[in-house]
């Protein structure tokens, strides 16, 4: 190895009192991989680290570098030794993964304003959440103010009409085969605006 290769590398102590060289670590990329290996929104994990939501943002995004102090909480929260932070995780295999819904079969969660069916519920650690979803709410009225989460959402119609109500838009209405994606932190809403509910495919991403 080039001398030149050799300084790119970082030494680890390892706990047998080992050292060994390897390729230095993006602890924002590495953070944001153990936070979504187990499946924690933002907010989980800064409440498991007893940080701000804030603060893991910016560590997970480089835009600052943690105090020690703030190295060892997310440790504790996330359930690993500080080292372990730094240290590369071990290569995995490639390996397939596959979940089928059946028509029907979709893991049903009612709310006032919509009926979601959960699709591909069975498959753990997921990057996207897909769901079908029938349109209840029929005016802005019925919402409890905006719908606002972490991620990116894209939303496929169906059946019927709807009108999709974004925080910085004007609102648009979407009939069958009309899709959107838009910021999921951005304040949004769906009503139904045909005689029947209108049923729609969402996808949101897991982040």
Sequence with gaps: MSENASSNMIRIARESGEDETSPPVDLGARVRELRKARGWTLEQAAGQAGLARSTLSKIENGQMSPTYDALKKLAVGLEISVPQLFTPPAAEKING???VTKSGDGSAKATTT??????????????????????????????????????????????????????????????????????????????????????????????
């Design 97 to 99: 993964r596959m979940a």
């Design 114 to 207: 919509y009926e979601h069916e959960l699709l591909g519920d069975t498959l753990r650690k997921k990057q996207m959440l897909p769901y079908r979803a029938r349109i209840r709410a029929r005016s802005m009225e019925e919402f409890d103010g905006w719908v606002r989460h972490d991620g990116e959402e894209f939303l496929y119609v169906l059946t019927g009409v709807i009108t999709l109500f974004t925080e910085f838009y004007e609102p648009v209405e979407l009939r069958r085969g009309d899709s959107a994606y838009y910021d999921a932190t951005m304040g949004h809403n769906v009503v139904s605006t045909s005689a029947e509910d209108a049923t729609i495919l969402w996808v949101t991403s897991l982040v």
